[in-house]
């Protein structure tokens, strides 16, 4: 596939790299499935389109039943409704485990993608759940946090914090080990695992053992080379990545003391984080914050594994899930939390 060309600019707005002139060029599995996608598909996410698009996500997206989710027995699934953040509703989790298992399992702690915007805790079971709860031997729970702009920052992620409190204090009602934890989303729900690692870090809460961070969305600043490398092309541009984080945040975009649990990438301090997977595509917006964020974990003393996936761009796997590139991508993350979690069983079996 031939290499696109960025729209013409001479000089790049932030004024610290030079203008970019070309992209990368796209898989050519992935690219045939991006060329096939309708224009409706391909609209920028705009403050004058954003409810429209609410509506239509929360129409099309699937929403499998906890009955549904059960897979004809092979997993025990319940929804529970636990409490909130002060002063906020209550938050439910969707909880799932391989049926048959004696615990204590290890626990997956999951937040959905979909730009803060959309999404739904239900639809991101069933592959997760085939993917790593069966074939690891995990717990799964899938946390349905508020939405913007409705609800903006900090809910979101309170929401988020005070389903996780609530899952390691009642491990022992869970069948879960609450010293195996592993917090991990895709894209808002990647970027809402790390600031969900910063956040119980510095409250003292429950220390997870990993955070997979999948495609996260870290950086609200819109200054990177890939964010104006990547504009207008592929299926995420800086129109919407400005429309959702406006969304999130409201009159505190922008501001330069905007605090890292709002935008991870502003951490100033990445010391004492749970080990961390971050996969990103090379053609996509998020590319530069993603391995900036690993880069400066290492910085800190700390452990990350960076997969940069050649000519991917965002949400790939999800989109051609039987290109060659997702299959690679998805094994490698697996093979991430198998390791993870048999070291952290090595460490704690008695020697002998």
């Known amino acids: 596939m031939s290499v696109r060309r960025a729209p013409a600019e001479s000089t790049s707005e932030s004024g610290r790299f030079p203008a970019p002139k070309a992209v990368p060029p796209f898989d050519p599995e992935l690219g045939a499935v991006l060329e096939a996608l309708s224009e409706e598909s391909r609209e920028p996410v705009t403050p004058e389109n954003l409810a429209a698009r609410q509506e239509r996500d929360a129409a099309s997206r699937p929403r499998p039943t906890a009955g549904d989710l059960c897979a004809d027995g092979r997993f025990e699934v319940t929804e529970l409704c636990v409490p909130g953040p002060p002063g906020g509703p209550d938050v439910t989790l969707v909880s799932a485990r391989p049926s048959g298992l004696a615990g204590p399992l290890p626990l997956l702690y999951y937040m959905h993608g979909g730009a803060m915007i959309m999404g739904n805790a239900w639809s991101v079971l069933p592959r997760i759940l085939r ?12 946390v349905e946090y508020r939405l913007a ?14 389903g996780l409190v609530w899952a390691a204090e009642h491990a022992a009602e869970l069948d879960i080990d609450a010293d195996r934890i592993v917090i991990g989303g895709k894209s808002a729900g990647g970027g809402l695992a790390a600031a969900l690692a910063l956040l119980t870090r510095d409250r003292g809460g429950p220390e997870p053992l990993g955070q997979l961070l999948l495609c996260p969305m870290l950086d609200d600043r819109d200054s990177t080379f890939s964010a104006h490398q990547m504009s207008g092309v592929g299926v995420w541009d800086r129109i919407s990545h400005a429309t959702v984080w406006k969304a999130l945040l409201g009159d505190r975009y922008g501001a330069a003391d905007l605090p890292p649990y709002a935008a991870p990438s502003r951490a100033t301090d990445l010391s004492g984080l749970p080990a961390a997977y971050i996969d990103v595509g090379s053609a996509e917006m998020f590319r530069d914050e993603d391995v900036a964020y690993a880069n400066a974990i290492w910085q800190a003393g700390g452990q990350a594994e960076l997969h940069v ?3 991917a761009y965002h949400g790939f796997d999800g989109m051609a899930p039987q290109a060659a590139l997702s299959h690679d991508a998805r094994n490698a993350r697996t093979r991430w939390l198998r390791r993870l979690l048999a070291q952290s069983g090595a460490r704690r079996r008695p020697a002998g």
Not at 150 to 162: S, V
């Open 149 to 162: 702009p409705r609800t903006r920052y900090p809910g979101p992620l309170e929401d988020c914090y005070a």
């Open 309 to 311: 996936w050649p000519g």
């Open 131 to 142: 993917e790593w709860a069966l074939p690891l031997g995990m717990a799964v729970i899938s």
